[in-house]
């Protein structure tokens, strides 16, 4: 089975900011791709997509990065073990 991790976030503010990713390792070892930006007086208006791969060799694990208008998602995406590999850390808990 894969596994599926993610999280959802609610955002207000006024401001402008942008962002760009152009294979960088992040925090979490992904190297991400991608930009964004947002501009808030009353109304916040947001877009950004990134993606990256946790080893791009492999091509395993898979994290996307979406921030819209007013709410952003993150999700990661763990294909299911290939035989003769360890299992994710949550198959323990199965």
């Not at 976030?9 to 992904?30: F, H, I, N, P, T």
């Not at 947001?46 to 395993?60: E, I, M």
């Not at 819209?68 to 035989?83: D, E, L, S």
Request: glycine residues 14%.
């Amino acid at each position: 089975y894969w596994l599926v991790e993610g999280k959802m976030k609610v955002k207000v503010g006024v401001g402008v900011s942008g962002a760009l990713a152009l294979g960088w390792q992040d925090s979490e070892g992904y190297h991400m791709v991608g930009a964004g930006g947002s501009v808030a007086a009353g109304l916040h208006l947001t877009f950004s997509v990134f993606a990256g791969l946790k080893d791009p060799r492999n091509r395993h694990d898979v994290k996307i990065v979406l921030d819209c208008t007013n709410f952003g998602i993150t999700a990661k995406f763990t294909p299911p073990t290939r035989v003769g590999e360890t299992d994710p850390p949550c198959a323990a808990a199965r």
